[in-house]
């Protein structure tokens, strides 16, 4: 698949200048500064390894549009022999400094644009107690260095006798044009050997020609080449893993380099990045979709097309290809099947965004999985008027929830994706139950581990509580998207955690922070809140709102009003994580077990007892009533339960 074989820099740079070696359309742009060329050029001085190149042999079937290293000049009768995956940036650099003929285009270390010249010291190149980013030296434009603000020239290398007497080598005649240089250096310094600082310029720089010069001329570096039987795959794959130091080449990147060799008129980053417009502007459930996750919508239709179409020819079952957006399936996607299906594509995604609006998902932020808009709007294409029925939107809901609440799509999507577009598709048109639907399981003690919004299943119930019909504890307002928009909604603390952290015995972060102690309600009523005893704050929000009201809203929200006056944090807790589990198995459609034995045994372990045996109506002095019950010593109050990944860091 690949050999690799020591190639001279001189070689290399030639088939840069030539076309020979060119670079596929998806790199970035050379953007290496002054300081890192001036490196490189002192590495290369000194014999010390730059890092391996890496090029894909043009003529096989990754067919590539490609363009010219930057500064060689584009050459149409010359057909690229290769085109460089890893190694621009100092190919590139190296190209610039030693044999284009002009001055570079690079930047400084404040990203200011600037156009400089490279030299050798001479004198400090054949001084070993230099350091070696000394021996390279820029010069602006013009060739002249100078001082105190400008004012003053201090080095004036614009033309060849002062080159010489400054004792400094363009770096452009290291590989060609040194012995015309040589010979007049030489000369310069004819009959002047008491001037020179090393006493003799003739043989001085006959020792610098047999040292420096010689060892640019006699530099190869390691080139890694990927022979043209290369799969696409592969291809993508090896860039990844070996180019840690530049701009990553995803599968977007190398299909859309594809597709330009297949149209010349078309540029597929160009087409995504018109329509991540109008999908990001207009729907900020979809902000985190890129142009890889739009290939495998489209490849997962287009493949299924391919099967159904070979099912229809009565191929043989073992020639029927699968539904699949596997990365290499995604790789040999041809342009005229994207165009076919982009359209149709954008518009499944914008009708997955509004039925998102319906789940109560607003933002980014919200989407509990992006990855499973991909199935989502895979499906809208797939069943389009299909999914008006209220049957049918249930069926979809359903499959939608079970997937947050399983939590299935952390890994291997690819297979989840296929399964998603064929049995849900078959579902909606009468067929069995998706596997999905059938297999998701929630576990009760899940509830507690869900604190942060890295969770898809904490995202998920933020979203759920919404749909099910809750409303704003001070203003009434239903928590509706013109609602949420408005009123800044967000997921904040129902217990504070001020109150939580001053009680006695105090209430752990790992168990206060549970989901189970949070619900959406707006800023204003947050703040209203503070650190307050719910005992206080609601009868502060009472001023705001009429009482019967405000419990049936705390009703709403899966809250007995009774337990949260009397400031009862274990009694709400167990309840409240109870209702939960009753809202999540109505969107699955599938009874969860009681988690209340689970949530009564995290509040013991801490020292908080249920009281309920207590309450036979609702307390007027919740000061006083509902104490909290420690359980002596030995206890240890900030045991928490074991934590699921990715829910370490507290955000309300």
């Not at 995956?85 to 644009?113: I, M, P």
């Not at 400054?166 to 009959?191: Q, R």
């Not at 952390?410 to 989840?416: D, L, P, R, W």
């Not at 009281?611 to 002095?621: C, H, K, R, V």
Request: proline share 5%; with cysteine; net charge negative.
């Amino acid at each position: 698949m690949f050999k690799t074989n020591p190639v001279s820099l001189k070689e290399l740079l030639m088939n840069v200048d030539s076309g020979k070696i060119r670079l596929p359309d998806f790199q970035r742009g050379w953007v290496w500064d002054d300081d890192r060329i001036r490196g490189l050029l002192a590495s290369i001085s000194r014999g010390f390894p730059v890092g391996a190149i890496m090029t894909l042999e043009a003529g096989g079937d990754i067919r590539l549009r490609s363009r010219m290293i930057e500064g060689a000049t584009e050459s149409p009768k010359v057909q690229p022999d290769s085109f460089l995956l890893d190694g621009q940036q100092r190919l590139t650099s190296l190209y610039q400094s030693l044999q284009h003929k002009d001055a570079v285009e690079t930047h400084d270390n404040r990203g200011r644009r600037i156009r400089r010249w490279y030299y050798i010291d001479m004198l400090a190149a054949m001084n070993s107690d230099v350091a070696r980013e000394d021996v390279i030296v820029s010069v602006p434009e013009d060739r002249k260095e100078t001082g105190n603000f400008g004012r003053e020239v201090v080095r004036d290398l614009s033309c060849r006798e002062f080159e010489y007497e400054h004792h400094m080598m363009p770096t452009e005649l290291l590989l060609s044009g040194s012995l015309d240089w040589v010979l007049g250096y030489i000369g310069h310094w004819n009959g002047r050997d008491h001037e020179h600082p090393e006493g003799n310029g003739s043989a001085f720089c006959q020792r610098f020609n047999q040292t420096l010069i010689s060892e640019f001329g006699n530099y190869d570096l390691p080139v890694i080449r990927l022979d043209k039987e290369t799969p696409k795959e592969a291809v993508c794959t090896v860039f990844e893993k070996v180019n840690t130091g530049g701009v990553t080449l995803s599968m977007f990147e190398l299909v859309t380099a594809s597709f330009a060799a297949q149209d010349e008129d078309f540029s597929l980053r160009e087409d995504w990045d018109a329509r991540k417009r109008r999908l990001h502007d207009n729907y900020g459930a979809l902000q985190r979709i890129e142009g890889d996750q739009f290939l495998q919508a489209v490849t997962l239709l287009i493949t299924q097309e391919q099967r159904k179409q070979r099912i229809k020819e009565g191929r043989p079952q073992n020639r029927i290809p699968a539904i699949n957006c596997r990365k290499i399936d995604i790789l040999d996607l041809n342009v005229f099947d994207y165009h076919n299906w982009a359209d149709r594509v954008e518009n499944g995604f914008v009708e997955a965004a509004k039925f998102l609006l319906n789940q109560f998902v607003f933002t980014k932020q919200d989407v509990p999985y992006t990855s499973q808009l991909v199935p989502l709007a895979a499906l809208h294409v797939e069943l389009g008027v299909e999914l008006e029925p209220a049957k049918a939107k249930a069926k979809l809901e359903k499959w939608f929830w079970s997937g947050i609440f399983g939590e299935a799509y952390g890994s291997a999507v690819e297979t989840q994706y296929a399964n998603d577009l064929a049995q849900v598709a078959a579902w909606v048109r009468g067929g069995p139950e998706p596997t999905l639907v059938n297999e998701a399981n929630f576990v009760p003690e899940r509830l507690l581990s869900l604190r942060t919004r890295n969770s898809a299943a904490y995202k998920g119930l933020y979203a759920l509580q919404m749909k099910s019909g809750a409303a704003d504890w001070r203003t009434a307002n239903p928590l509706l998207s013109a609602t949420w928009y408005q009123g800044n909604i967000d997921i904040h603390h129902i217990f504070p955690k001020a109150w939580c952290n001053r009680s006695t015995p105090p209430i752990p972060p790992w168990l206060y922070n549970s989901i189970i102690n949070k619900t959406p309600i707006d800023a204003t009523t947050n703040q209203k809140i503070g650190g307050s005893a719910p005992s206080v704050y609601l009868r502060s929000l009472e001023k705001d709102i009429d009482k019967e009201m405000l419990y049936d809203i705390l009703r709403s929200h899966w809250l007995k009003p009774e337990l949260l006056a009397a400031d009862q944090f274990a009694d709400c807790f167990v309840e409240r994580g109870e209702a939960m589990l009753e809202l999540i198995g109505q969107a699955m459609g599938k009874a969860i077990p009681s988690g209340r034995e689970s949530f009564s045994s995290a509040l013991s372990s801490v020292g908080i007892e249920q009281q309920l045996d207590e309450f036979d109506d609702p307390i007027d002095e919740p000061d006083v009533a509902g104490e909290w019950v420690y359980q002596g010593p030995g206890v240890a109050a900030d045991q928490p339960p074991i934590d699921k990944p990715g829910d370490g860091v507290h955000s309300q």
